[in-house]
């Protein structure tokens, strides 16, 4: 019973913020493009990346292509988080850090209507 609770709060977590980041991405706000901007993403790659992350969020939403969803997800903060370290922005890892372990723990979990 604890471990659907635990399973629910994290999709509805993930599901939240992967649209949230996803239409922020995809919308092309100033404070994404300035993040992502530092990496060498141009409008484009912004808006790709965006579709990306919206589309993990829809795979997660689904049962069967939750666990690819999350990858998918996990892949996507994998990237920032490696160009974060890159560039030496530490605060920008520890930021990251959280989000990839938030999809790590949703698989462990599983999808919260299996």
């Known amino acids: 019973m604890i471990s659907k609770i635990i399973s629910t709060v994290l999709f509805l977590i993930i599901l939240f913020m992967g649209g949230k980041q996803g239409f922020a991405m995809v919308s092309g706000k100033l404070e994404m493009l300035d993040m992502l901007g530092k990496f060498g993403f141009g409008k484009t790659g912004v808006l790709i990346l965006g579709l990306i992350t919206l589309l993990s969020t829809v795979l997660i939403a689904i049962p ?36 990839l372990l938030l999809n790590l723990a949703a698989i462990y979990f599983k999808h919260p209507l299996k």
Do not use: Y
């Not at 996507?76 to 530490?90: A, D, K, V």
């Open 64 to 99: 069967k292509t939750f666990v690819w969803g999350n990858f998918l997800m996990a892949a996507t903060i994998l990237l920032i988080l490696c160009f974060q370290l890159f560039n030496g922005n530490l605060k920008g890892v520890a930021i990251e850090i959280p989000f």
